[in-house]
């Protein structure tokens, strides 16, 4: 389980501005659990001086989950979504109200980019997110 992240952490440590008090508790609950499902359930055995590396992953995570909330916003708000419009014999294309499956796709790398910049440095995690290179025994000709 990861360690519990307060608005405190987020606005005095993390240094966040991007989010109200309010609505704090939900997002860093969702960061929470994508944290922990990223490192595959392993956050329990961090030790307690590595904790503030967790917290700062959730709040980044809790960011970029904002970023999703503010584009679904636009795109299910009451707004018409006009694509294209002809002026001789009027004509107007609506976009689709959904997130499509590229701006999803962009949305989970980012969420895992901002993770992982802070879970990487964690020493009991590190093997879930570091790179191993083998040296290489062929030789170019």
Excluded at 68 to 84: A, K, L, P, T, W
Aim: proline fraction near 4%; hydrophobic fraction near 40%; charge should be negative.
């Amino acid at each position: 389980m990861t360690p519990p992240v307060d608005y405190d952490f987020y606005a005095n440590v993390f240094l966040g501005r991007e989010l109200e008090p309010v609505r704090f508790p939900r997002l860093a609950a969702r960061a929470g659990e994508f944290v922990e499902e990223l490192c595959r359930g392993k956050c329990g055995s961090v030790p307690e001086q590595d904790w503030d590396l967790l917290r700062f992953a959730v709040c980044a995570v809790v960011e970029v989950l904002l970023n999703e909330e503010r584009m679904e916003q636009r795109v299910f708000s009451g707004e018409n979504n006009i694509v294209s419009e002809s002026v001789g014999g009027y004509s107007v294309s609506y976009g689709s109200r959904a997130l499509d499956s590229q701006a999803a796709g962009y949305l989970e790398r980012k969420k895992k980019e901002a993770a992982v910049r802070f879970l990487s440095a964690v020493p009991a995690l590190q093997s879930l997110f570091c790179v191993r290179s083998f040296l290489c025994l062929h030789q170019m000709q």
